[in-house]
């Protein structure tokens, strides 16, 4: 297993893109175009959970997005955690999803016939 390297990383117009060997193209990692504040959380959570032929694998393979691979170890956004704080739960996984099950039970008690 292979592990991510800082430096082989490169952002550039809202994508960050992985390039181990300059002689071949750069992977495409995510795209950060309208939250950039989750970009260094997100590379710092890639690289001490993921090898680098566990990611590609989950998102060549198994079609996933970027965001959801990391949520498959527990990743929390910068967004969601600073939504959670401000809503009153913990900024975790725990807390995004009793949030979730709050909004939902508020939306189908809102919708109830």
Do not use: C
């Amino acid at each position: 297993m292979t592990k991510f390297k800082r430096s082989d990383f490169e952002y550039s117009g809202g994508y960050l893109t992985y390039r181990p060997d300059w002689d071949l193209p750069a992977r495409f990692i995510a795209r950060f175009k309208y939250a950039r504040k989750d970009k260094p959380g997100f590379l710092s959570f890639l690289i001490k959970n993921f090898s680098v032929e566990e990611y590609f694998s989950m998102r060549d393979v198994e079609k996933m997005a970027p965001v959801e691979i990391l949520e498959t170890k527990g990743y929390v956004s910068k967004t969601v955690k600073d939504l959670l704080a401000y809503s009153g739960y913990s900024p975790d996984r725990a807390g995004y999803d009793a949030y979730l099950k709050a909004q939902t039970e508020k939306w189908l008690k809102a919708h109830a016939a």
